[in-house]
């Protein structure tokens, strides 16, 4: 498992961002987003699969940047949290009406990238 380092600049944000967003958090086991438009993702693809998943949502006036990071980063005024891919939906009872949440787990620790200073 990877760390890449996922930032765009799209140049009209209010068409693609949310997709943009969605994409992101659905390219690896978790994902972290300690700016607007910059993302920490870990996966098991490489650079150049990312780029592809994301690609068809850029305009040609927009900009995307994946790199493979080390562990390390610095950070001022911002810090990081990671999030977990989201589990696939509850098989619900056909024609039933009542939903299911799960239960939040047990006080979970977030994934260590690095502190804020």
């Known amino acids: 498992m990877r760390t890449f380092l996922i930032s765009y600049d799209l140049a009209a ?14 390219l690896g086991s978790s ?4 700016l607007e438009q910059t993302w920490y993702v870990r996966a098991e693809s490489g650079e150049c699969e990312i780029e ?24 001022t005024n911002t810090r990081l949290r990671w999030f977990r891919q989201r ?7 056909a024609g039933g ?14 994934l260590p990238l690095a502190e804020a200073s």
């Open 13 to 26: 944000p209010a068409r693609n961002k949310h997709a943009m967003a969605t994409a992101i958090m659905s």
């Open 31 to 34: 994902w972290a987003r300690p």
């Open 52 to 75: 592809s998943r994301l690609a068809y949502l850029l305009d040609d006036e927009d900009g995307l940047i994946v790199q493979a990071v080390a562990e390390d980063a610095v950070m």
């Open 87 to 93: 589990r696939p939906a509850f098989e619900l009872e």
């Open 97 to 110: 009406n009542v939903v299911a949440f799960p239960c939040p787990p047990a006080a979970q620790a977030e």
